[in-house]
């Protein structure tokens, strides 16, 4: 049983496929968060977690890589989200709603 919002944001994490981005704001909502700000707290603290957190593929609401400079280099969340075949230009992801995952109850059986 996860019992912090911070484990229930990684679960939530890396159930987004590869190829595939979430918002922060999406993430807060389903698990009611009530706050998109924590998922990125939440987020900017996974880098260590093990298994890994794909916290590259979590952007803002406009699709923007705004995690971006959290990363080791700022460019690395760029490369590990075109390397899923996302592409991205100028700091966001092209054709969001395309590649848009969004939870459902069902992911977390």
């Keep these: ?8 944001v990684y679960e939530c994490t890396r159930k987004i496929p590869r190829g595939k981005v979430c918002t922060y704001g999406i993430i807060a909502d389903f698990l009611g968060l009530g706050s998109a700000r924590m998922v990125g707290w939440a987020l900017n603290k996974s880098f260590q977690m093990d298994p890994p957190v794909p916290a590259h593929r979590v952007v803002n609401r406009k699709g923007e890589l705004s995690g971006r400079n959290h990363f080791a280099d700022p ?3 760029q490369t590990l989200l075109e390397e899923e075949g996302i ?9 969001l709603e395309a590649i848009l995952w969004r939870p459902q109850i069902e992911d977390f059986d």
């Design 1 to 8: 049983m996860k019992n912090n919002y911070q484990d229930l």
């Design 75 to 77: 460019t690395m969340m």
């Design 87 to 95: 592409k991205v230009k100028q700091d966001k992801v092209m054709q």
